[in-house]
Nanobody
Framework: QVQLVESGGGSVQPGGSLRLSCEGS????????MQWYRRAPGMGRELVAT????????QYADSVRGRFTIARDNTQRTVYLESRNLKPEDTAVYYC???????WGQGTQVTVSS
């Protein structure tokens, strides 16, 4: 079964940090670039970060550049999103996505509030 399973969301205060994890199964994980998207309440979907299949390239949305880091461990079939200096506007459901957008995780909620 092809799937992505996220974990690591939660509630933090502004300025806090979180690490999201996403484990892939059922496909050749190391052959695909991976992405994190998010959807904030009442907003459209936003591409947050991308990593190439071997981590040689990463890209970030302007809204998170310098605060978020995407990384992957192909031996563990896992992609991570490290976030720091979180802001209330980072509140959203975060999704791990295979680059071709044919496989999505179930989403994990991140809430930033004092």
């Amino acid at each position: 079964q092809v799937q992505l399973v996220e974990s690591g969301g939660g509630s933090v205060q502004p300025g806090g940090s979180l690490r999201l994890s996403c484990e892939g199964s059922g496909f050749s994980f190391n052959h695909y670039a991976m992405q994190w998207y998010r959807r904030a309440p009442g907003m459209g979907r936003e591409l947050v970060a991308t990593t190439s299949s071997s981590s040689e390239m990463t890209q970030y949305a302007d809204s998170v550049r310098g605060r978020f880091t995407i990384a992957r461990d192909n031996t563990q079939r896992t992609v991570y999103l490290e976030s720091r200096n979180l802001k209330p506007e980072d509140t959203a459901v975060y999704y791990c996505v295979r680059w071709d957008r044919n496989v999505w995780g179930q989403g994990t909620q991140v809430t930033v509030s004092s």
